[in-house]
C-alpha cells in the first residue's frame, strides 16, 4: 500500500508575518489581517503597499503585516492616508482603524477624505467599544451596551443611537466602494475577503475611494467567552448593523 501523501490546503500568506499574537482569545483582528495579507499577496501589491495605522489595537497591524508603515495620530490616518497617496500615486495606500479612532476624533478625517474621493482604502474595524484603552463607550456602542464610561448601558435620550459609519460613507461623492461585512462566521468572512477585494480594486482601477466596514468581536471588554462574542455579533450587531454593499460604482458602470 502506497504512503498518503500531504496535501497543503491551508497556509500563511507570505504578507503575514510568522509570529505569535498578543491578541486577545477570540478577538477578530487577526482574521482581518489576515484578509488582508492574502489579498496582497493574491492582488501582488505586497512590495507596493503603504500601511496607515491608526491609535487603539488597530495599530498593532504593523506588527504582522510585513509591508511599509506609518502610524498616524489618533484618528488621523486618512489625512495621513492622503498625503501618503498624493506624494507617492504608485504606491497603494490602505488605512486600517477601530471605531473609537475613525469615527470619533477621526470623523473629520473620514468624512473629507472619502467626500474627496482620495484614492485609498479604508478597513473599519467596528467592535463597538474602545478596546485598547478600557472599554470606553464608543460612537458605535449599541444601546444598552455596558461599557467602562456607561456602566448603566447606553442611553438613547442621552448618548444617542449608535453612528452607522458605512451607510454615510456611502452617501458621499468621492466613493467608489462602501460595504459591511462580519468575521462570525467563515460564510461571512469569505463575504467580507470579497468585499475587500472591490474595495482595493477601486484604488488599482484609480475609481475612487474605497471603504469596508468589518463586525468583529472584543471579547475581553465585552466580559464574554469568545463563543458568545460571536453570537452577541449575530443577534445584536447585524440586526442593527445590516450587512451588504452599499455602493459599488463598479455595479453601476462609472467611475468617480
Known sequence: MSEMQEKLVFDRPESVIDRPTHYCPGCHHGVAHRLVGELLDEMKLREESILIGSIGCSVFLYNYLDIDAVEAPHGRAPAVGTGA?????????????????????GMAEIMHAANRGERICVVFVNNTV??????????TTL??????????????????????????????????FAGRASLDSVKNIRTAKKYLRKAFECQTQDRGFGFVELLSACPTNWKMPPVQANERIREEMIPYFPLGVYKDVTEEGGAC
Open 85 to 105: 497617496k498624493r506624494a507617492r500615486p504608485d504606491k497603494f495606500v490602505l488605512t486600517y482603524q477601530g471605531d473609537g479612532d475613525l469615527a470619533s476624533i
Open 130 to 139: 474602545y478596546g485598547m484603552t478600557g472599554g470606553q463607550m464608543a460612537p
Open 143 to 176: 444601546v444598552g451596551q455596558r461599557t467602562t464610561t456607561c456602566p448603566g448601558g447606553r442611553c438613547r435620550d442621552k448618548e444617542g443611537l449608535p453612528i452607522k459609519m458605512t451607510e454615510i460613507i456611502s452617501q458621499l461623492g468621492g466613493v467608489a
